[in-house]
């Protein structure tokens, strides 16, 4: 074991919590290592910045070696490839999908950010908490992402717009506020596939309809907040450690300068060494910050056992389905990640929306089977469930228990998914056992220790200097894409600690 130089914030995990936590604190002039067991993605954006060591996205043949990263279900599991883009595992009643890379989530998600459901989202949920100090940072998040909306002037191949006319009779007819998405879109088909460069010297493409989606975004016309946050500090205050896995936290004596040290293993190297901080930030993803937290506590040495810790867990209410577009329309492998969002009469508590399959072309798939996905349409539904499912730690996994039955927003969202068919004359398939990469909650914010696992700062009770930036500590379901609210709870949090350490 190696003991390395501290710093001022240790960050595990480098998706929106992560890498916005992590430049803000390096904007306020704190040292700050983020840890990150997954790779660079080999993207025109990091390349532009100089970083050597890059992992292919799972496009092509790289398919076949860089998809996923792990596969596990129950007491079975799989370790497939370091560089792995995706963690899937199956829980009892729910099947989750986390993102692996430097990036995190934003690597693979399909570039929405739209503000919780309920406006009054952040109202209530501690006494301290002004709901206007989280809110404040949506617009300023919009503006870093170049968060533009899908719209019936856009130039793309596919729109909501075109798949369904509003014809004023329609049960389901087109939202009249599309989402906003973090996206280079073209303004003529001339400009698709354009290179350019922003302020910070990134290059990056417009997009070109083939593969800014949920396998990664190759030309960087996606905005993810590797090169859009990370990039700007990098040796600038901000060290990244990538394929570097947290083994085990701890807290410092008193003698060493109190704060946390972390163990980490090199993936490459397999070398092992500790670090240490005086605060040290979680935002490794939901399912990967629990386990964090539920393997220290139990361990001597460890931080202090949090009573509500893995309480209050949901899954956003994600249901993706498949719908059978007319055997005229374009190809689905030509689109966004999303091409609009619908109502449906009668259905207001869900977010609705359809897209494509952008790059699975390029999978080496016989011919018939890239012909009939590219006449299929993704429907995606989500919606706030009420966090009755929880998480415990058993013998060193996590165990997730959630009855989809328990949630009535399953029922809307297939109901309203059945309406859309039904409107367009379109066959419909929908995923049985629910497959979320939104997992929330289990370390939410509370007003006490009693009912909840995070103050207003996000920092755990009972743990000083240790904190939650990530899709964890949310309080409810954000019911739509979360991206914009786990940024906004990360600039929230990354204010306090900066304050904290002045």
């Known amino acids: 074991m190696v003991q390395e ?58 398919a076949l070696t860089h998809l996923f990263r792990s596969m596990h279900a129950g007491r079975w599991g799989m370790n497939l490839h370091k560089e792995g883009m995706f963690e899937l595992q199956s829980h009892r009643g729910l099947t989750t999908l986390c993102a692996s890379a430097v990036g995190g989530g934003s690597t693979a998600y399909g570039g929405l950010l739209e503000p919780p459901l309920d406006p009054d989202y952040w109202h209530s949920r501690h006494p301290q908490l002004d709901p206007g100090r989280v809110e404040r940072h949506y617009a300023e998040v919009l503006q870093d992402m170049g968060a533009v909306s899908y719209n019936q002037d856009s130039c793309g191949p596919h729109s909501i717009w075109e798949l369904m006319p509003d014809h004023g009779d329609r ?4 939202a009249p506020a599309q989402p906003r998405m973090g996206l280079l879109l073209p303004n003529s088909q001339e400009e698709a596939g354009k290179e350019v460069v922003d302020a910070n010297g990134v290059r990056r493409q417009y997009c070109a309809y083939d593969g800014d989606g949920f396998l990664g975004s190759r030309g960087g016309a996606k905005a993810s907040v590797d090169f859009i946050y990370l990039a700007p500090v990098l040796g600038r205050g901000v060290e990244v450690r990538d394929l570097c896995e947290v083994t085990s936290l701890w807290r410092s004596p008193e003698a060493e300068g109190g704060g946390y040290s972390v163990h980490v293993e090199d993936l490459v190297s397999k070398r092992r ?28 040495g460890g931080i202090r056992p949090m009573p509500r810790l893995g309480q209050n867990f949901g899954a956003n209410g994600d249901l993706l389905g ?11 492998f030509r689109t966004t990640p999303s091409i609009g969002a619908f109502t449906v009469d009668g259905h207001t508590r869900a977010s609705l929306g359809v897209g ?19 006449r299929q349409l993704f429907l995606y539904g989500m919606g706030a469930d009420s966090g009755s499912g929880s998480v415990r730690f058993h013998k060193g996994r996590l165990q997730v228990a959630y009855d989809q039955t328990d949630e009535s927003i ?14 367009l004359g379109s066959k ?21 220790p009693d009912q909840g696992v995070v103050d207003h700062r996000g920092e755990v009770y009972g743990n000083p200097g240790l904190f939650v930036a990530d899709g964890s500590a949310l309080p409810a379901a954000p019911g739509g894409p979360p991206s914009l609210t786990i940024a906004a709870w990360a600039h929230h949090v990354a204010d306090g600690i900066a304050s904290a350490l002045e």
Request: hydrophobic letters at 35%.
């Open 356 to 374: 494509g399959f952008p790059g699975i072309d390029s999978w080496p798939l016989p011919r018939r089977v890239k012909d009939r996905i590219s």
């Open 273 to 300: 060494d500790r670090v240490r901080a005086t605060s040290l930030v979680l935002a490794a993803g939901t399912l990967n910050t629990l386990r964090m937290l539920f393997a220290s506590a139990s361990t001597a």
């Open 410 to 423: 399953y029922g809307d969202i297939r109901s309203a998914f059945r309406s859309i068919s039904q409107t």
């Open 5 to 62: 130089s501290d710093f001022d914030v240790i960050v595990v995990g480098s998706g929106f919590g992560g890498s916005i936590t992590a430049n803000r604190l390096a904007r306020a002039g704190k040292r700050v290592l983020v840890l990150e067991r997954g790779p660079w993605r080999d993207t025109l954006p990091v390349r532009s910045i100089g970083v050597e060591r890059r992992a292919p996205l799972p496009y092509g043949k790289k």
């Open 322 to 332: 498949t719908l059978r577009g007319d055997e005229g329309q374009s190809s689905s």
């Open 171 to 174: 049960q389901c007819r087109p």
């Open 428 to 448: 419909l398939w929908t995923i049985g056992k629910p497959l979320t990469m939104h997992q929330w909650g289990g370390a939410s914010i509370g007003p006490d």
